[in-house]
């Protein structure tokens, strides 16, 4: 298992949009889009997890995510996804960690996570500051981990 951070000119960036337009996740395609439009500036990356050469999950080290950009929270960990497959094999957490260890190295001392899941993400050192309305018009946890 390696987990690498990807910009646009990484070998496994295609690939990485083949798997995210077509994986059981809505916001999967959502995330092709945004890497086929070359939406991810320095320093943002996106994250997979790649198993015997293919792509089994991805997560995104974003300045934003669905809060409003004058928020005052950045940077996020976005869009993790583990393919059904190769769950249960803590890959998440490798991403997230991948994500954290990053943003700690370019300078940041909290990173941020939304989500409407509950109990996931606690056990990787992030705890709930709040629910927030995000720019699609709905609620989520916002999430913050101290870095330091």
């Known amino acids: 298992m390696e987990i690498v951070l990807m910009t646009q000119e990484h070998p496994f960036w295609d690939q ?3 798997f995210a337009e077509t994986c059981s996740w809505k916001a999967g ?3 092709a889009k945004m890497m086929r439009n070359h939406e991810f500036q320095d320093p943002e ?3 997979a997890a790649i198993e015997k050469n293919q792509i089994v999950g991805y997560c995104t080290f974003a300045k934003k995510d ?3 950009e004058d928020s005052g929270y950045a940077p996020f960990i976005g869009f993790v ?3 059904e497959r190769s769950r249960g094999k803590r890959i998440s957490e490798k991403m997230i960690a991948a994500a954290c260890n990053y943003a700690k190295a370019i300078g940041y001392e909290n990173i941020y996570l939304m989500s409407g899941e509950y109990g996931l993400y606690e056990k990787y050192g992030f705890k ?3 629910d927030c309305e995000t720019i699609y018009g709905t609620t ?3 999430f913050q981990k101290k870095l330091s």
Request: charged share 25%.
């Open 29 to 31: 395609p959502y995330l």
């Open 16 to 18: 990485t949009i083949a």
């Open 128 to 130: 709930k500051i709040g």
């Open 140 to 142: 989520d946890q916002l």
């Open 81 to 83: 996804f583990v393919d």
């Open 66 to 68: 669905e809060l409003p």
């Open 45 to 47: 990356r996106v994250i």
